[in-house]
């Protein structure tokens, strides 16, 4: 594959965000079996700063951590105690929300070097409830005079 190498140099590499509080959207989602054979939904995460800074993330969610399951769905507004109690990667798709990031040491290569420090999800902030409309008609209010 041929492929312009000057180009290139004009990209700079995703730097590392503070840990903190960050918007998030899902770039990808993809049900898989992890190498030790549970069902997980790997997702790719893209994580934006308030200044426009990004980073991409990984993060997995799986049946053996049920409340993180259950953080995300909190966060993007998916109703996670539907009947069968069933996730897709369809339901992450393009999900919206915030999360708390963090910084994780890199950790050893097997030719004694080590892997570059990387952002990683701390947790999933639940969505906060929205405000009615202004225009809805307010009911059931105690007025104190």
Do not use: H, Q
């Not at 049946?63 to 996730?87: H, M, Q, S, T, W």
């Amino acid at each position: 594959m041929k492929f312009k190498a000057d180009e290139a140099k004009e990209f700079s590499p995703l730097s590392l965000l503070a840990p903190g509080s960050y918007n998030f959207v899902v770039l990808s989602a993809e049900e898989k079996v992890s190498k030790s054979g549970n069902e997980m939904i790997a997702l790719l995460i893209k994580v934006t700063g308030k200044d426009k800074e990004e980073n991409l993330v990984r993060d997995w969610l799986l049946p053996a951590y049920p409340r993180k399951i259950c953080a995300f769905c909190e966060a993007v507004g998916l109703d996670f105690l539907n009947e069968d109690g069933n996730i897709t990667e369809d339901d992450c798709m393009s999900a919206t929300g915030r999360l708390k990031l963090d910084i994780e040491t890199g950790t050893p290569k097997g030719d004694g070097t080590l892997w570059a420090d990387k952002n990683c999800v701390k947790s999933y902030i639940k969505a906060s409830a929205k405000a009615p409309p202004e225009d809805a008609d307010i009911v059931d209010c105690d007025i104190p005079f």
